[in-house]
């Protein structure tokens, strides 16, 4: 179904730029600045087969690191086919290659998890810090302020009456999303207990500054591009949510990008470009490296 609905998007997110108006973005692009962007998107994917070891450590198994690199691009990968199914791959290898039981090396990785979605809301905290005054004026542009306010009000009584149902719940899906929770703050926890939480810490941060630094650096690779630091932001926050949304954002991607682009006044074509520019260098290097550990796997592994 994700990939369905991606393949409409890309149907709809062309139908605003002509085939050959794009092609010609793609010619036109300068593709030393799109290296660049490839090469802080390589580091990430070190510093998080990297950052892996400190989850494995403490319950005894220290995995190659080639072999940590190769399971998460292998992840990669798959989670172009299947959502999600990229966490389960990379358990696989692991137990297949390293002696990792598979559900040890499963429950790193959502762990693992848990730190990345708190830097993807950090990362939008500091979003609504820095673009405070912009936000503001946007929504009440286009939204009548004591519509807003109630709107504010009436999602903290609404959040705070849940959170009292949820701690109090004994029996079904309430309970099911209290043990879920409880789970999620244990794994919170647990980072820093672990006897490197430091070092783990630091390639988490480092991790999601170089995904930044990636969709930074691709933005010169189209001439005359203007984006300021904020819709960097919100160019990267809007992209990370497509990319969960459909098969590695498929279709969505361009269109969630462009939109985050023209409430800073880019203009749709410019930016529907960099959009496809920037999901296609980041796809090609997934399928490339991806498809090639999956090569190098079973022979650097040979004499297992």
């Given at each position: 179904m994700p990939l369905a609905f991606g393949g409409f998007l890309v149907w709809y997110s062309l139908s605003s730029i002509s085939i050959s108006t794009l092609v010609s973005y793609f010619q036109n692009a300068n593709y030393w600045w799109i290296a660049l962007g490839l090469f802080f998107g390589v580091l990430s994917h070190l510093s998080r087969a990297y950052r892996w070891k400190f989850m494995l450590e403490p319950i005894g198994y220290k995995p190659k690191f080639t072999n940590s690199v190769l399971a998460v691009l292998v992840g990669y990968l798959v989670n172009l086919a299947i959502p999600r199914a990229g966490e389960v791959s990379r358990a696989a290898v692991l137990a297949n290659y390293e002696d990792v039981p598979f559900e040890k090396g499963f429950g790193t990785i959502v762990a693992e998890r848990i730190a990345d979605l708190i830097m993807m809301l950090c990362i939008i905290m500091i979003t609504l810090f820095v673009q405070f005054d912009f936000i503001y004026e946007l929504l009440t542009k286009n939204f009548d302020p004591t519509k807003i306010i109630i709107i504010v009000v009436g999602l903290i009584v609404g959040f705070y009456t849940f959170t009292q149902y949820i701690k109090k719940a004994k029996k079904g899906f309430a309970l099911k999303i209290k043990t879920f929770v409880s789970g999620l703050g244990e794994?919170?926890?647990?980072?820093?207990?672990?006897?490197?939480?430091?070092?783990?810490?630091?390639?988490?941060?480092?991790?999601?500054?170089?995904?930044?630094?990636?969709?930074?650096?691709?933005?010169?690779?189209?001439?005359?591009?203007?984006?300021?630091?904020?819709?960097?932001?919100?160019?990267?926050?809007?992209?990370?949510?497509?990319?969960?949304?459909?098969?590695?954002?498929?279709?969505?991607?361009?269109?969630?990008?462009?939109?985050?682009?023209?409430?800073?006044?880019?203009?749709?074509?410019?930016?529907?470009?960099?959009?496809?520019?920037?999901?296609?260098?980041?796809?090609?290097?997934?399928i490339i490296f991806g498809g090639l550990s999956f090569l190098m796997l079973p022979i650097y592994n040979k004499n297992k």
């Open positions: 794994g919170v926890t647990s980072i820093f207990k672990m006897k490197n939480k430091w070092a783990f810490i630091f390639h988490t941060v480092f991790i999601w500054s170089m995904y930044v630094a990636m969709f930074w650096a691709t933005i010169p690779a189209i001439e005359g591009l203007q984006v300021p630091f904020g819709g960097i932001l919100i160019g990267f926050i809007a992209g990370g949510f497509s990319i969960a949304a459909t098969n590695g954002g498929v279709g969505l991607y361009p269109i969630a990008v462009a939109s985050a682009l023209a409430l800073f006044g880019v203009d749709n074509e410019p930016a529907t470009a960099f959009g496809w520019i920037m999901w296609t260098a980041q796809t090609a290097m997934i």
